[in-house]
């Protein structure tokens, strides 16, 4: 009987140590790295065991939640292989801060071939359809033909140094001429020397 005493009175007196041991509650903050390489690990999982409360890590790998002295805090992570960390109940502040390694895991995923088609029936037709020498190379020596030049010339709008050194032409070409019969060049032997040059060279050809 004095046994069962003793041990009831030594219950009763451990019982407002143990509450407040329960009770007490710790803000832990930390952030995760990866152990080869020391690089942050973002977006991972954080679980209290014991209270199955927890939070999730940010993209600088940071996280900050509440939990008890003696929790066990459960990490995951894709890529990374499933830990734990246990919180000490020797703490003495309400505040914690940790650095915790994550080891990297390596995951095998199955090959994936991404095709263009969205079925066979589709991949024959284009196959069937597609024309192997016009390729980048040909398509830019057609739009920077002579003739596609000339074309989109022909449609683009002067700008003003071109108006200005016209205009600039035409002015000296009426000086050169002022007080006489404008030059004609059906006419010019000069004009007449260059083109018989030209034709016997054989620079006339349409090419």
């Known amino acids: 009987m004095r046994i069962l005493l003793v041990l009831m009175i030594s219950i009763l007196i451990s019982l407002p140590s143990i509450s407040q041991k329960d009770d007490r509650l710790v803000q832990l903050s930390g952030v995760l790295v990866s152990a080869d390489s ?23 790998g940071y996280f900050s939640f509440v939990t008890k002295p ?18 000490p109940d020797t703490l003495s502040e309400n505040r914690y801060s940790i650095i915790h ?24 037709r284009a196959f069937v359809e597609m024309e192997p020498y016009d390729d980048a190379l040909r398509k830019a020596q057609r739009q920077l033909s002579g003739e596609s030049l000339a074309f989109a010339a022909a ?26 019969t404008p030059m004609n060049n059906l006419l010019n032997p000069a004009a007449w020397s260059k083109f018989v040059e030209s034709w016997r060279k054989g620079e006339l050809k349409r090419e």
């Open 38 to 60: 020391l690089d942050l690990v973002s977006y991972a999982s954080i679980i209290d065991k014991t209270t199955r409360k927890g939070t999730m890590a940010d993209y600088y």
């Open 70 to 87: 003696g929790d066990t805090i459960l990490f995951n992570a894709f890529g990374f292989k499933p830990n734990s960390y246990i919180v």
């Open 101 to 124: 390694i994550m080891t990297p895991d390596t995951i095998l995923l199955p090959e994936v071939e991404v095709y263009p088609w969205p079925s066979r029936e589709d991949f024959a």
């Open 155 to 180: 449609r683009i709008p002067t700008d003003g140094g071109l108006s200005y050194n016209w205009e600039t032409q035409q002015q000296q070409t009426r000086l050169y001429t002022m007080g006489q």
